[in-house]
Nanobody
Framework: QVQLVESGGGLVQAGGSLRLSCAAS????????MGWFRQAPGKEREFVAA????????YYADSVKARFTTSRDNAKNTVYLQMNSLKPEDTAVYYC????????????????WGQGTQVTVSS
């Protein structure tokens, strides 16, 4: 079992930045590729970014490419999502998730999920 806890969400103006963290406990997070997803009200959960087990490879949705960066510190059992140049359309609950495969963009292939953290971008 892996427990994931996201933090770092909040309210930010358009053009601003936030860094989300995903802290893992239980099994070591280095055993898993990690993904970030988001869900806006009334919309389906969508893929944002993924990072390989070692952190040597990353993959992004087109909508966030060049603005978001995911990284990980396996020694700290933590994964990060740096979000720059935020837009109102980035407003959503952001989730981290753990998966054995990489890269995976579909929710059903992820085995463990955090509870989510709210990100709100004002215009």
């Amino acid at each position: 079992q892996v427990q994931l806890v996201e933090s770092g969400g909040g309210l930010v103006q358009a053009g601003g930045s936030l860094r989300l963290s995903c802290a893992a406990s239980g099994r070591t997070v280095s055993n898993y590729a990690m993904g970030w997803f988001r869900q806006a009200p009334g919309k389906e959960r969508e893929f944002v970014a993924a990072i390989s087990r070692s952190g040597g490879s990353t993959y992004y949705a087109d909508s966030v490419k060049a603005r978001f960066t995911t990284s990980r510190d396996n020694a700290k059992n933590t994964v990060y999502l740096q979000m720059n140049s935020l837009k109102p359309e980035d407003t959503a609950v952001y989730y981290c998730a753990a998966c054995y495969s990489y890269p995976v963009v579909t929710t059903h292939q992820y085995d463990y999920w955090g509870q989510g953290t709210q990100v709100t971008v004002s215009s």
